[in-house]
């Protein structure tokens, strides 16, 4: 049931040439900077852009040499950068519209149930032109979920919004692929977006993809652009197996060893994803006693790659799973690290993310 | 007291209005429609052409159609070619000098509107599964609706009170191509300032009555939807 | 080529020749209304006099319904040629003009011309015959023309039998233009249009005089001067009558 794409979008002076696949579920974020490509991209695959090429979601096939299913009917939800909802309808109406045209026998999706996820009950009754920029996000986010697509595409939902709006937004879109068992298609330029939500990476580039993976590969390898940021970080997947409401603090168990991440409430157990930033993450020889960093574990050095202004991008080993260090230049030559070292990485700071 | 010409006058006058606004509302949508998302390099030459009837002389208008539907003229000689009667003098002819004349004011509202709409909206519906047909009746006419209120007021009103066009190509047949600007006219030039003054006061009459009861019903619509 | 349209070219150069130089110490300008149809000929006219007199002559051209309507409105003209006798009498009745002053300087003609007939006369035929989609006339209630044609068709026992077929001009400038475009292949017009015509094709019939009352056309004096006087005076003269014969009119005491 995979997604594959291979597309090629004629724009302007040069052609976008997009080939990667994608899992049939989590979310598949595609990154890269303006101007790279991303909206074209999401656009060729929802049809409203003519392209050559294949495009084949699960055993549906979308586009090929033979034939191009016209947009109205790819059975895909899409989210564009502004809400984008109709102003002659009511927001109950805007949430029903593309129920009118399920193919038969499709079977509806659930109204309410889309309603309470997103938590859209209080804003029914209102005028649409009366919605703020993340209510009207939603909105429209519900609007596309209640009908019913094999597919989720977000071109940039997050760019017109506000923090506080996007990490409440955010926090909406990281709930849908286990609630729904949907594949979403997030495009994004914006890093922490992307490490927060994806399972899934496809780096895009000047119209190229130059890279396609699990997230925590490709975030974690250092000749790609995430690995070369300055909010540099890697996903790690782990369980929650404890919580300590004395000190409030979450015990996640994941395969180089345990971490303790700060949380005000006890997460349920189960598996968890957590953030852990580059500039968060120091590297010692020895297993340091008495400091204040929680979180210490052991780690295996697999690549240096030197970074701006006398710092170098370290990448890590813990337990099979990739980690990030920045750490000076200098305390690479004082620590000899080299490929093969072992240390220990202390972890400044942990953030949970959505399960 | 008005005659009974005078009366058929009115009648016939708002029949051509009627009928000329319906088929500029058809005709004016896909050329609005054109002219709102086309990136061609003639648009700035179709705009032009289309705006020429605003900037003649209603009889410079009516004289060019004149010539236009006569045996000689473009027009008239291919319809006389395919075995059709002649326009000049005929309801139909009316018909064609008053879609002519109004029509900057049917395809320019619905053009702005158009293009205020933008394309957003009609992708939005085809991701949501509406095709063509769909996108048009429950996304773009609805949205268009004001538009579309001022484009038929305008285009009806302008019609209404067509004179110089008439009076080139219409040869002043009562029941036919007499029209009540034109018999108004006729009133005037005959020293009959009392009919004149009772047409005049009843096409008025009527056109308000018409033009208030469309603003209305427009009123009621957007309180109906705005309040859902 | 339309030897009447030729004719009056000659008459034209002719009469701008014959005449002398003028006394340009009091030369004056006259404001004079005239009615559209009878333009051309004043100008020529206007062209003779102002040699003669040294006064120039600016023209109003409308229709004669609409010069009147100004002038009863208070328009500041000095003269009122009209293509009709009415207007300026209703102008004398109402004590607008020099009393005394004003007189029949033209009689128009009017003629049925069938644009896509044989050459020469004969327009009557395809009038008798009904082989014709359209007939063209002045509208009968307010343009002296029209009426007249009524009158003719009325005489000819053909006025029931033209009606499905007859399309009516605000003017009988506007007649002519039907005529002219092809979209009416009979039309009553004047015979002064058809000389300023430099093509006239097909066949023209002049309508006997007895079959429709004069087409008298008057002028009225509204402000009394020498140059005004001149130009009434000037009306009368030979070289004038000339000029106006050449543009297909037919004059007083003739």
Redesign the interface.
Known sequence: MTIAIDLTVPRGTFALQARFTAPPRGVTAVYGPSGAGKTTLLRAMAGLQPAQGELRVGEVIWQSDSVVVPAHRRELGMVFQEPSLFTHLSVEDNLRFGQRYLPPGKQPADYREIVTLLGLEGLLERRVDRLSGGESQRVALGRALLRSPRILLLDEPLTALDRARKRELLGYLGALPQALDLPLLYVSHALDEVVGLADHLVLLNEGRTIAAGPVNDLLTQLDLPPAQDADAAAVITGETVGYDSADQLSRIRFDGGELLATSSTALPNGPVKLRILARDVSLTLDHQQHTSILNIVPATVTDLRAAEAGQCTVRLDCGGQGLLARVSRRSVSELELQPGRPVFAQIKAVALLQP | MLSSDDITALGLTLRLALISTLMLLVLGTPLAWWLAHTRARCKPVVDALIALPLVLPPTVLGFYLLLALGPEGPVGAALEGLGGAPLAFTFAGLVIGSVVYSLPFVVQPLQDTFARIGTRPLEVAATLGAGPADRWRHVILPLARPGYLTAAVLGFAHTLGEFGVVLMIGGNIPGRTQVVSVAIYDHVEALDYASAHMLAALLLGVSFALLLGVYWRNRRWRLAVAGS | MNTLFLKRRALRGLALLLLGGFNSATAAELQVAVASSFAPALEAVGEAYTRKTGHTLRLARA?T??LY?QIVNGAPYDLFFAADARRPMLLETAGKTLAGSGFVYATGRLVLWNRSGPQGPGAIHALREGDY??L?IA?P???PYGAAAQRALEALALWQAVQPR?????NVG?TL??VQ????ELGFVASAQLAALPELPGEVWTVPQELYPPLHQRVALLRDSPAAQALLAFMRSEVARELLRSYGYDLPGQ
Request: zero cysteines.
């Open positions: 229709s319904g609409k309507a989609r359209y063209a509208n209630r307010h343009a007859l399309v009516r001009g605000e506007q233009q039907f475009s092809g979209n009416a």
